[in-house]
């Protein structure tokens, strides 16, 4: 399962230190990895990992990449969608955008 989030339309984007500096705000422990196919957040004792669009330091879109077996605990899902929420991202569905 895949969950998109996004800086609402119009808001300006946010650095990648202010989102991993969100997750951590939530006991996870997240590591930025930049590679030439994407740039990856991975967490410490999770196989769930984000997708994060960065440009030159800026992010305004990701997306969680729900590992199957931590689904039915609710973690570290539920963290990491409160911690995009406590920065005013908002999800993404095929209706739009919806807050988190």
Do not use: C, R
């Not at 989030?5 to 650095?15: A, K, L």
């Not at 030439?36 to 990701?62: C, F, K, M, P, R």
């Amino acid at each position: 399962m895949e969950t998109v989030v996004q800086v609402p339309e119009f808001s300006s984007p946010q650095t990648i230190s202010e989102v991993l500096s969100a997750l951590k705000k939530q006991h996870l422990t997240p590591k930025h990895e930049h590679k030439a196919w994407g740039d990856w957040i991975h967490l410490a004792d999770y196989q769930t990992v984000i997708s994060i669009e960065v440009n030159h330091g800026l992010t305004s879109s990701a997306t969680i990449e729900h590992h199957e077996d931590e689904e039915n605990d609710g973690e570290p899902a539920a963290s990491i969608i409160k911690a995009f929420a406590k920065l005013g991202w908002n999800g993404v569905d095929e209706d739009g955008q919806y807050p988190l």
